[in-house]
């Protein structure tokens, strides 16, 4: 059984940083795809970034030159660092993993997917 599991989230000041980390468990994504989305209240889930296992990387606009995804293929984890983080990145993230080679932005695009991190970025 496959498990991603997400830890890092809280809250944080606006201009802070965060690091998320996302755990896989039960296979490897090496070859694959792993990523994170966000859903913020009343919104719709939305890609965030997303790397393949020869560390290749998407961002969304929105988040291009804050945040950077990394993973240890060896562990099998996918990070999130989030800088300069902005109150409208506040939003429950959701880590995704999937076998296919390069990475998708579209939900329906990955087979997995964690319970979730909130991140609340307020002052």
């Known amino acids: 059984q496959v498990q991603l599991v997400e830890s890092g989230g809280g809250l944080v000041q606006p201009g802070g940083s965060l690091r998320l980390s996302c755990a896989a468990s039960?296979?490897?994504?090496?070859?694959?795809?792993m990523g994170w989305f966000r859903q913020a209240p009343g919104k719709e889930r939305e890609f965030v970034a997303a790397?393949?296992?020869?560390?290749?990387?998407y961002y969304a606009d929105s988040v291009k030159g804050r945040f950077t995804i990394s993973r240890d293929n060896a562990k099998n984890t996918v990070f999130l660092q989030m800088n300069s983080l902005k109150p409208e990145d506040t939003a429950v993230y959701y880590c995704?993993?999937?076998?296919?080679?390069?990475?998708?932005?579209?939900?329906?695009?990955?087979?997995?997917w964690g319970q979730g991190t909130q991140v609340t970025v307020s002052s």
């Open positions: 039960g296979r490897t994504f090496s070859p694959g795809s």
């Open positions: 790397i393949n296992w020869r560390t290749n990387e």
């Open positions: 995704a993993a999937d076998l296919r080679p390069y990475p998708g932005t579209l939900h329906r695009d990955y087979s997995y």
